[in-house]
């Protein structure tokens, strides 16, 4: 079955090349069911016809997308969206309102396939049952991009000065936060090993001890995927030995 999309920019031309790349996708194929200039007019289709998913521009005249999307939410049975703007930094706002993936312009056949897959992933899971929205992830903004890094994906987050490393089997990211925050949020995922890193809870496979000889003994958590070992406090030692039979 084709995926139903409405294409929603304020620009023609905009509008016009969006829909020369759907056709040049084939997995999954899609089905155009409309074009709309702005958000009343998008609302107005969206009522009107079944549209699954709304490849919507930020910038409009009048409401803007992320005010559209917002209110996209509050259905029954929302339509997916991804966003499509010409500004990288409006990212953090669109995956705030669940958006499944953001694309700057000018768009890429491949990287509108790769959207287009996630919107099926995510459709699917929801009919099925499962995860009601995209996994919880972290937005990682670094040299003028942005990035979607499942929390899934993460081994450790270390805090570093001003920043924490956010650890990933493939590479490491620099992210702005606080670990405390991260810590009451994401309690469920992640253990605290020392006042500065979390370690994901499934990535936890031994505590082992070790002397230094500046230190004297101590102990450390060995995680999947890095060769790393990070230090485990005393403080903290019987919440990573049950985080390990966990």
Known sequence: MALKV??????????????????????PRTDVVGEA?????????????HCELVLLDVHMPGVDGITL????????APPSIVFVTAYPEHAVSAFE????????????????????????????????????GPPEALIIQERGRSE????????????????????????????????????TRYSHLFVRVHRNALVSRRAVRAVEKHSDPVEGEGWTVR????????????????????????
């Open 6 to 27: 409405l294409i929603v920019d304020d620009e023609a031309l905009a509008r016009s090349r969006m829909r020369t790349l759907l056709s040049e996708c084939t997995e």
């Open 69 to 76: 999307a917002n209110t996209l939410r509050q259905m029954s």
């Open 148 to 183: 979607r890094v499942a929390l899934s994906d993460i081994i450790y987050l270390k805090a570093e000065l001003k920043y924490i490393t956010v650890r990933t089997a493939e590479k490491e990211h620099i992210y702005d936060g606080a670990l405390s925050d991260l810590e």
């Open 97 to 132: 309102v669940e958006a499944v993936d953001y694309l700057t312009k000018p768009v890429r056949r491949e990287r509108l396939q790769q959207a287009l897959q996630k919107v099926v992933k995510v459709r699917a899971g929801k009919e099925g049952g499962g995860d009601s």
């Open 223 to 246: 995680l999947d995927g890095v060769e790393e070992r990070l230090a485990v406090s005393r403080r903290q030692l019987a919440a990573v030995r049950e985080a390990l039979m966990g």
């Open 37 to 49: 200039g702005n958000a009343v007019q998008a609302m107005d289709m969206i009522q009107r016809t």
